[in-house]
């Protein structure tokens, strides 16, 4: 690491950020690291954002960013690049204006301190545990792409729905309420309904995810179980603050921030 703190280069920002969530545990279907921009590069100022949208280079651009760190890739795959509107468009944008992107996706999602940690925390978890082994590290470590836990005390359905909704700043909620208080908690970050048994197994009363479809409603009321839908921005979200604490404790003179821009799509009436 530098000694000198006034900048970085994008090569040491990812560095931090792969130590915080090491490539190795991310989905075999995903891509990320450094995926468009300038490794070599000094850095004064970074946006972290959910996602890399046309509004968020925008906005990194009126900041005089040179980096923009994101959770969701920039693309999976790519057939061509062109200035047009889409994926290969936002490419263009960013290496026109001299912007890098860095994304740390499923990677991200399994890291101690990462997006499942970080929703755990929000909706009051305690006492928060992998929710089922989804793969080890080189070194033997087994990680999970969620998590489960407890709350201080119990509380009624309807009062926890009021706490998460408030605690991920979401416009709505989607729910099934199995008549049952709310105490033993399992969570997964973005589309994660196909951990509801997971969750069931590990004697959770309520799980809390997003995007999740009619048939595991269905599934949740045969099963008895609480079911929230957080919203996928919601539930993942969470994590943006703990990207820019990071960046901010290994780099002190670059100044950090979180997108104002790119909040939650879906609304509710």
Avoid: W
């Avoid at 201080?152 to 009021?162: F, G, I, K, T």
């Avoid at 099963?223 to 990071?246: M, Q, R, S, Y």
Wanted: net charge negative; glycine share 12%.
């Amino acid at each position: 690491m530098r000694t000198d703190n006034s900048a970085a280069t994008v090569r040491e920002a990812l560095r931090v950020l792969e130590r915080l969530a090491p490539p190795e545990m991310k989905m075999d279907f995903d891509n990320v690291g450094l995926l468009a921009g300038f490794p070599d590069a000094r850095v004064s100022r970074i946006l972290v954002s959910l996602d890399i949208t046309d509004d968020v280079i925008d906005e990194a651009a009126s900041l005089g960013a040179e980096l923009i760190v994101s959770h969701h890739p920039l693309f999976f795959s790519l057939n061509r690049v062109t200035a047009e509107p889409g994926h290969g468009g936002r490419v263009v944008k960013l290496i026109a204006g001299g912007m890098s992107a860095i994304c740390m996706h499923t990677n991200l999602d399994a890291a101690r301190g990462g997006v499942n940690d970080a929703l755990a925390a929000a909706v009051g978890l305690t006492e928060v545990q992998p929710l089922t082994e989804h793969g080890r590290t080189s070194g033997g470590e087994p990680f999970s792409y969620g998590r489960h836990g407890r709350l201080r005390q119990p509380v009624d359905m309807p009062r926890y729905l009021e706490l998460v909704k408030e605690r991920l700043g979401a416009s709505g909620l989607r729910y099934h309420d199995a008549g049952r208080p709310v105490d033993a908690v399992a969570v997964v970050g973005g589309a994660g309904g196909g951990e509801l048994r997971a969750a069931a197994a590990c004697g959770c009363d309520t799980f809390i995810t997003a995007d999740i479809k009619y048939d595991v409603f269905l599934e949740a009321r045969e099963l008895g179980i609480n079911l929230i839908d957080g919203d996928h921005f919601c539930t993942e979200n969470t994590v943006t603050p703990i990207l820019a604490g990071a960046l901010r404790d290994a780099f002190p003179g670059v100044v950090t921030s979180v997108s104002q821009r790119h909040g939650q799509t879906a609304r509710f009436i």
